[in-house]
């Protein structure tokens, strides 16, 4: 029997939402001073409470950065987030954290364009996975380098499948992460845009330890 989660919301990742995540780095640079105009310009708005010092952008996703602002700073992070998760907690088996958690879910859900499935299963999930990574795969023209099913980047909650992209300046990862903001036992399904040393090759397939750090150092924040 499928592993249930409590909750998922997502809105669905486009080829073109993949592209502009891609196009960031490369874009003029803004100082912060000049950050407000630019992201009005582009009918993107501030978002403070679903993610700390984040962005929603015209897409309808949720973006942080390791910059305030997130264009033209090749050196810096962003993060994609297009699912967020509440897993199934096995030390939480009387339900306290949903008292707060189900609420937090629903301003996710509740976002312009967003889904909700409550309960779900991992599969749920994975079909968010599943139609990201065909997204993905056609922004990129290729399948991904590495795939694999961990839960090595997550708090709580079941295993679920990352894959691995690479440009020749940066690396794309696709899957579930720890949300490290005011929630904590909740999981992003995210895609990540992390600049990529070209001397720091991915680790063999078939070492499933080493994989799995590779990954976390770059979904992580």
């Not at 070492?207 to 979904?219: F, G, P, Q, S």
Request: aromatic fraction near 8%.
């Amino acid at each position: 029997m499928p592993t249930p989660v409590h909750a998922l919301a997502h809105r669905p990742l486009t080829v073109a939402a993949v592209a502009e995540l891609v196009g960031l780095p490369a874009e003029p640079q803004v100082p912060e001073a000049g950050a407000e105009a630019v992201v009005q310009r582009r009918g993107w708005v501030w978002e403070h409470s679903l993610v700390c010092d984040a962005l929603v952008t015209g897409h309808g996703h949720v973006l942080y950065s390791d910059s305030y602002v997130p264009f033209g700073y090749p050196e810096a992070r962003h993060f994609l987030v297009f699912g967020e998760v509440y897993p199934v907690d096995p030390d939480d088996e009387e339900g306290r954290n949903g008292r707060w958690l189900f609420g937090l879910m629903d301003d996710w859900r509740k976002q312009p364009g967003w889904a909700g499935v409550r309960p779900g299963t991992v599969q749920d999930c994975e079909d968010v996975l599943d139609r990201a990574a065909r997204s993905v795969a056609e922004c990129l023209g290729s399948a991904p380098e590495r795939t694999i099913v961990s839960d090595a980047a997550v708090v709580t909650g079941p295993a679920m499948t990352h894959r691995v992209w690479r440009t020749p300046t940066h690396a794309l990862v696709l899957g579930p992460a720890a949300d490290n903001g005011p929630y904590g036992y909740l999981t992003h399904l995210q895609l990540s845009y992390t600049p990529l040393r070209r001397d720091l090759d991915l680790p063999p397939g078939e070492d499933a330890d080493a994989l799995e750090k590779w990954i976390t150092a770059r979904v992580d924040w």
